[in-house]
């Protein structure tokens, strides 16, 4: 069966810091891959997505980029955190699968900026 | 670009009653989908849709996709205190397109 994890579970960084956070999945190959942010009590934005290896495209201009170094491994990083960073971070994957579109999210990373 | 909108943004039941929200989507879909996210948790797939007019249950939920595929409503008769979540739709437009467009979600609070 599929896992995805997704680590740290939380995080309390400085304005300015850099970040990363990592998201792996397992039993599955060639997933599309996905990170969300979640501000309290609203909606996803989503963030980035990849459909492969090196394949990164970007839904907001921000601060913040996207990696997938490997087939199942999608990172997330800034170079100097904001406060407006602070939020619920939830990668998600999707099989490549015609006419399945859902999508599988992991436990997510709780980021705090101050 | 696609929108999708549900309603209502919040909703306060007391135990034992029903619930209903809603989507409308801006385009026509392929598919919409529907999720739960509990408090403190992550987004946990609950059901897609496909059909026109389709209409599928799972226990006390009741999902329901348009004639037109532009709108969904996710119904729960008899709520409970584990209903409690943030409900969110998901619009899937199929093809090439690899995102899904999300709700704002309707967060549920169930008064026992």
């Known amino acids: 069966s599929q896992t995805i994890h997704q680590w740290p579970a939380t995080l309390v960084q400085p304005v300015g810091s850099p970040l990363s956070l990592e998201c792996t999945v397992e039993?599955?190959?060639?997933?599309?891959l996905y990170w969300y942010r979640q501000a309290a009590g609203r909606g996803l934005q989503l963030l980035f997505y990849?459909?492969?290896?090196?394949?990164i495209s970007s839904e907001v201009p921000q601060n913040l980029s996207a990696s997938r170094p490997q087939d199942r491994q999608f990172i997330l990083s800034s170079k100097k955190l904001l406060l407006s960073d602070s939020g619920f971070y939830l990668c998600a994957w999707r099989a490549l699968q015609v006419g399945l579109e859902t999508q599988y999210f992991g436990p997510g990373t709780r980021l705090l900026v101050l | 670009g696609q929108q999708v909108m549900q309603i209502p943004q919040y909703q306060h039941v007391q135990e034992g009653e029903d619930f209903t929200t809603y989507c409308n989507s801006s385009?026509?879909?392929?598919?919409i989908q529907w999720y739960k996210q509990r408090p403190g948790g992550h987004p946990v797939f609950l059901i897609q849709?496909?059909?026109?007019?389709e209409v599928k249950k799972q226990k006390r939920l009741t999902f329901q996709f348009g004639e037109a595929k532009k709108n969904s409503s996710l119904h729960i008769t008899a709520t409970q205190t584990t209903d409690v979540g943030t409900y969110f739709c998901a619009g899937g437009s199929g093809g090439s397109n690899y995102k899904l467009t999300f709700g704002k979600g309707t967060l549920l609070t169930v008064n026992p």
């Open positions: 990849s459909v492969g290896i090196g394949q």
């Open positions: 385009t026509t879909l392929s598919n």
């Open positions: 039993g599955t190959s060639n997933p599309n």
């Open positions: 849709l496909v059909k026109s007019g």
